[in-house]
């Protein structure tokens, strides 16, 4: 069975500081992990993935995550917030069963 | 290419009424999920089909929540008798068969906001 934590569930930060937002993941299997954003009133939205291979993911809106085996997270980056980064983040996690689980999410706000 | 399309968008029952949430998969997508998510609450699976079958269904309320996937039309997630704590929205989402090239990745739909009032 797949679970996932994230650490704070608000995070805030000023325009053009860096964005870290904290994941910790448990699978029994070789996990995929992902990382979704949504707007308000909203879906989730695919940031990025990793599968296999490069352990550093580069997905959209200049955000990128590192799996990190040994200490069990995918924490997720960007070097420079902007206004429209304002959202909800949720990681996730699924194994080989089409079973994935979310996190509770971290609502990340940038201030001016 | 559409996307995963949820309906109703937004849906208001009084307490006691039944609620139905239709959820059309993308095109060539056989798994279904729905999770729901309370006001400040991260996302809850409820249950996961595919075509005819309920595979998972370990985070639905034993008593007034049903979900099918029948051969033809869209998934749907009833909820019966309606109380004021199921106001939520619940989100479908989507994924194709998973072979040892897929990723489970999920594409979600739009979500449908219901209000027991």
């Known amino acids: 069975a797949q679970s996932v934590t994230q650490l704070g569930s608000h995070v805030s930060v000023s325009e053009g500081a860096l964005v870290l937002l904290r994941c910790n993941y448990s699978s029994s299997v070789p996990p995929y992990l992902f990382w979704y954003v949504q707007y308000p009133n909203q879906g989730l939205q695919l940031l990025l993935k990793y599968t296999t291979g490069a352990t550093l993911v580069k997905g959209i809106n200049g955000f990128e995550a590192e799996f990190k085996k040994s200490e069990t997270s995918f924490h997720l980056t960007k070097p420079s917030a902007h206004m429209s980064d304002a959202a909800e983040y949720f990681c996730?996690?699924?194994?080989?069963?089409?079973?994935?689980?979310f996190g509770a999410g971290t609502r990340l706000t940038v201030k001016p | 290419n559409a996307g995963v399309m949820q309906n109703p968008r937004h849906l208001v029952r009084r307490r006691g009424q039944e609620a139905r949430l239709r959820c059309s998969p993308m095109k060539g997508h056989s798994h279904v999920y729905w999770y729901r998510q309370l006001p400040e609450e991260g996302l809850k699976f409820m249950v996961y089909l595919q075509k005819e079958n309920i595979i998972d269904e370990s985070g639905m309320p034993k008593e007034r929540f049903s979900a099918e996937f029948p051969k033809e039309g869209p998934s749907i997630l009833r909820i019966q008798q309606v109380v004021r704590g199921d106001s939520a929205a619940y989100f479908c989402?989507?994924?194709?068969?998973?072979?040892?090239?897929?990723?489970?990745?999920?594409?979600f739909g739009e979500g449908s906001r219901l209000t027991v009032l």
């Open positions: 996730a996690v699924s194994g080989n069963n089409n079973d994935m689980r």
């Open positions: 989402a989507s994924s194709p068969l998973q072979t040892s090239g897929n990723t489970g990745e999920l594409f």
